[in-house]
């Protein structure tokens, strides 16, 4: 349950993430916005549930899950690269690189676990 739950925080942080990047009109320092508020709310509740998440399946990382996570953790980074190619002129990259530089952080750092945590475990 706390796979999902971290998983579908990503997906809200990312998403809000992308949408701020490539809003049109930048916002002006300092001002107060409902996706400002919802996103730092989100990021505080990602970068805990990833401790947590840690913290709970460190032990039952195996080679398996390093493996596994390995083979995932391939993918998104060709994805992103593409996309910010496509996009360049359209994004706010003082926004986007340090977004996905924390998020990406969080995420690798925990998946080993949460995989760990989402397999059933092997018997034998």
Known sequence: MVVLLEAGLLVISVTLLLIASTTPVPFKPGQLTWQGVVDVATAFAV???GIGVTLKA????????RR????????PPALLLLGM???QDRLRWNVLLPGLAWR????LFSLPAALALWRPPRKG
Do not use: Q, R
């Open 85 to 87: 190619w496509l996009f």
């Open 58 to 65: 460190g032990a039952l990382v195996d080679h398996e899950a």
């Open 68 to 75: 596994l996570s390995y083979g995932i953790a391939t993918v």
């Open 104 to 107: 990406s952080y969080v995420l």
């Open 47 to 49: 970068v805990i549930t």
